[in-house]
């Protein structure tokens, strides 16, 4: 089946700590998406990525890095200089022709609880 | 710019009761509109999406949502809602050109009583 998945579903970590987040999708899709989500606050964007090899900050890149080294993955690494890391992550792909027409496909998600 | 605004947070609603849910946008630019679901502990999942033509756009499950150009809103209704409803929804925009970003609201989670 295609899909996106991401590991683990659940997540703790030490303060001061850096852990990274794995997104890996295999739907052939040029680009792929990160997002925090927050009670109360929606979804926002914390890095994209339309191509291998390049990636772009969104709303709330700060404290957080991506890498694209392959078309089918997109890891994120959550550093301890993000001060409120605790959270539901949320990873996601999507066709890349120019314009905004695409649906964005959505993995589970990990919830990521700073100790 | 874009913003989405969804001013309801929290709706709850009797089974096979309607429904509606507000979302209005603000864009300097043409945009495409979305509803996505959201079950619990879950990601997210396209529920329609409005880019051009008819303004009235069904989902599959009973879901519509009519895009009003003049108030920039895009609310979604349901006749009769279910048990199986019961989930958060999001809206978002996306700008016809540039990068394919969405720019989602604060979402209104839907409960249905029974």
């Known amino acids: 089946d295609g899909g996106i998945t991401q590991s683990p579903k659940y997540l703790f970590r030490k303060e001061g700590q850096n852990v990274t987040l794995s997104c890996e999708q295999n739907?052939?899709?040029?680009?792929m998406y990160w997002y925090r989500q927050d009670p109360g606050q929606g979804l926002r964007l914390i890095y994209y990525?339309?191509?291998?090899?390049?990636?772009q900050k969104g709303d709330i890149a700060e404290g957080y890095s991506v890498s694209r080294e392959k078309k089918e993955s997109f890891p994120l690494t959550v550093t301890s200089a993000q001060k409120n890391p605790t959270a539901f992550y949320l990873c996601a792909s999507s066709t890349q022709i120019a314009g905004g027409r695409n649906e964005q496909f959505f993995g589970p998600g990990t919830r990521l609880t700073v100790l | 710019a874009q913003s989405v605004t969804q001013l309801d947070s929290q709706v709850p609603v009797f089974e096979e009761a309607p429904v509606e849910l507000r979302c209005n946008y603000s864009?300097?630019?043409?945009?495409?509109l979305f509803w996505y679901v959201q079950y619990p502990n879950q990601g997210l999942q396209l529920l329609l999406k409005?880019?051009?033509?008819?303004?009235l756009v069904e989902s599959i499950n009973g879901f519509e949502a009519e895009f009003n150009k003049s108030q920039t809103s895009f609310p979604l209704r349901k006749p009769s809602v279910h048990l199986s409803d019961t989930a958060e929804y999001f809206c978002a925009v996306s700008p016809l050109t540039g990068a394919n970003n969405l720019f989602f609201g604060t979402g209104t989670r839907l409960t249905v009583i029974p």
């Open positions: 990525s339309q191509i291998v090899n390049d990636f």
């Open positions: 864009s300097s630019v043409s945009v495409y």
């Open positions: 409005y880019l051009s033509g008819s303004t």
């Open positions: 739907l052939n899709h040029d680009a």
